[in-house]
C-alpha cells in the first residue's frame, strides 16, 4: 500500500508560478510511474505529465514548455514545476503512482490540491 499526499496548490496570477511536491510512503517508490493530473469543474480528469522509473518524461501538449516534472527518490517526492500559469490550468491537481508486478497493478492517488489561477 502507497500513500501519497501533495502539497504546494494555491492561488497565483496569470504568468506566476507554482511547485506541486507529492510525497510517498509506504511502498517502494523507485519502482513506480509516478503522474499528475488535474480535473477542472465539469471535465475529465486529465493526465498533464507523467515520468517512469528511469526518468522518462511525458506532457501533455498544453503544459510542454510550462510544466517539469521531476522526482528524487532520497526524498520519494514526486514534483511538479509550473511555470506561466494559465487560467484554463486552474483544476484539481491529483498525484499518480502505478507498477505492473505481472499479472498485478498497484494503482494509488492522493486527495488531490487546488490550483487556482485568477487575476
Known amino acids: 500500500q502507497m500513500q501519497l499526499v501533495e502539497s504546494g496548490g494555491g492561488l497565483v496570477q496569470p504568468g506566476g508560478s507554482l511547485r506541486l511536491s507529492c510525497a510517498a510512503s509506504?511502498?517502494?517508490?523507485?519502482?513506480?510511474?509516478m503522474g499528475w493530473y488535474r480535473q477542472a469543474p465539469g471535465k475529465q480528469r486529465e493526465l498533464v505529465a507523467s515520468?517512469?522509473?528511469?526518468?522518462?518524461?511525458n506532457y501533455v501538449d498544453s503544459v510542454k514548455g510550462r510544466f517539469t516534472i521531476s522526482r528524487d527518490s532520497a526524498k520519494n517526492t514526486v514534483y511538479l514545476q509550473m511555470n506561466s500559469l494559465k487560467p484554463e490550468d486552474t483544476a484539481v491537481y491529483y498525484c499518480?503512482?502505478?507498477?505492473?508486478?505481472?499479472?498485478?497493478?498497484?494503482?494509488?492517488w492522493g486527495q488531490g490540491t487546488q490550483v487556482t489561477v485568477s487575476s
Open positions: 499518480n503512482a502505478v507498477r505492473k508486478a505481472g499479472i498485478e497493478e498497484y494503482d494509488y
Open positions: 515520468i517512469t522509473p528511469g526518468r522518462n518524461k
Open positions: 509506504g511502498s517502494i517508490f523507485r519502482l513506480y510511474a
